[in-house]
Nanobody, 119 residues
Framework: QALLAESGGGLVQAGGPLRLSCATDRDIFRSNTLGWYRQVPGKQRELVAT???????YYADSVKDRSIISRDNAKNTMYLQMISLKSEDNGVYYCNTIPTMRVNGGVYWGQGTQVTVSS
């Protein structure tokens, strides 16, 4: 079972909404600040939003005012809701802990979920 499992991506019309989900296990979820990252080909992975274990949030300027990050403690799941999607939101979205999770000496990433915004 994957330690981090992202879902919810897909093809979305520009201007439309999207909700991404990140499921993880209880120990990882409850004790860590969690975040969403976006990877675009040819660019470094970008941190777009974070949420602490007590619900404090941070948003990158690129998604600020269009996004809500949240966590459901009962489901050990984190969400990223976005509206008014733009072409700049294209990319593969990953979730991770803050700082990023390390497994066997390397940074662990899940499979991510692809978001494609059509104009």
């Amino acid at each position: 079972q994957a330690l981090l499992a992202e879902s919810g991506g897909g093809l979305v019309q520009a201007g439309g909404p999207l909700r991404l989900s990140c499921a993880t296990d209880r120990d990882i979820f409850r004790s860590n600040t969690l975040g969403w990252y976006r990877q675009v080909p040819g660019k470094q992975r970008e941190l777009v939003a974070t949420i602490t274990s007590v619900g404090s949030t941070y948003y990158a300027d690129s998604v600020k005012d269009r996004s809500i990050i949240s966590r459901d403690n009962a489901k050990n799941t984190m969400y990223l809701q976005m509206i008014s999607l733009k072409s700049e939101d294209n990319g593969v979205y990953y979730c991770n802990t803050i700082p990023t999770m390390r497994v066997n000496g390397g940074v662990y990433w899940g499979q991510g979920t692809q978001v494609t915004v059509s104009s």
